[in-house]
């Protein structure tokens, strides 16, 4: 089935511990993203990756790190989890980055650091 | 700074129709977007308007200003399926997509 699938589905993680939130893609994207959506605020842009081999900073990259080895899997990691970094995380993908280029997403992970 | 600003909630009667505003102030611009999202799933894309103009796609019709930095989303005949947030983003100069909050739509029979 083609699409997006992230994993795990949802985590509860201690502060201070390091996590890693899986993204894969079967579509093969050129470009892929990383956001968080918080109650009350829209979506916003942790880290993207236009091409396989490049990554860049989004609007709220403090405390993630990523990176982009192959076309289809985009991880993002947590080095050392803070309770503000609770959020739903919704990795997405398109084609290319151009203005027509639409995004799909992941069905989410929702992570609770405590 | 750049914004994005959506009612946060609106309700409307099954069978009727609705229009959701979004007005936007983004450094450039490369298309606005409309996405449905149900509730603890994901967004899905439901339209694109990059000039001035109406869009149309069945029930749903999206419509851009860009004078004005002005857009809605018309959704006629509500279905109760179509209760969910919908989300207003605009791709900025650096094609990077700036996201409203979302308006939450209720639906009522």
């Known amino acids: 089935i083609a699409g997006i699938t992230q994993a795990p589905t949802s985590q509860i993680l201690a502060a201070g511990r390091r996590m890693t939130l899986r993204c894969t893609q079967d579509?093969?994207?050129?470009?892929m993203y990383w956001y968080r959506q918080d109650l009350g605020l829209g979506l916003r842009l942790i880290h993207y990756s236009n091409t396989a081999g490049t990554t860049g900073k989004g609007e709220v990259p403090d405390g993630y790190s990523v990176s982009r080895a192959n076309t289809d899997d985009f991880p993002l990691t947590l080095a050392s989890a803070v309770p503000s970094q609770t959020s739903v995380y919704f990795c997405a993908s398109s084609e290319k980055t151009g203005g027509l280029e639409t995004q799909y997403f992941g069905p989410g992970t929702r992570l609770l650091v405590l | 700074g750049q914004n994005i600003d959506q009612p946060t909630e609106m309700t409307a009667t099954e069978g009727a129709i609705v229009q959701i505003n979004c007005t936007y102030q983004t450094s450039g611009f490369n298309g606005l977007f409309w996405y449905q999202q149900h509730a603890g799933e994901a967004p899905t894309f439901l339209s694109y308007n990059v000039l001035d103009g109406l869009e149309e796609k069945g029930r749903f019709s999206s419509f851009l200003s860009r004078s004005k930095g002005y857009s809605y989303l018309l959704l006629k005949e509500l279905q109760m399926k179509d209760s969910a947030s919908y989300l207003c983003a605009v791709k900025d100069s650096n094609y990077q997509l700036i996201w409203g909050a979302g308006t939450k739509l209720i639906i009522k029979p």
């Open positions: 579509m093969r994207h050129n470009a």
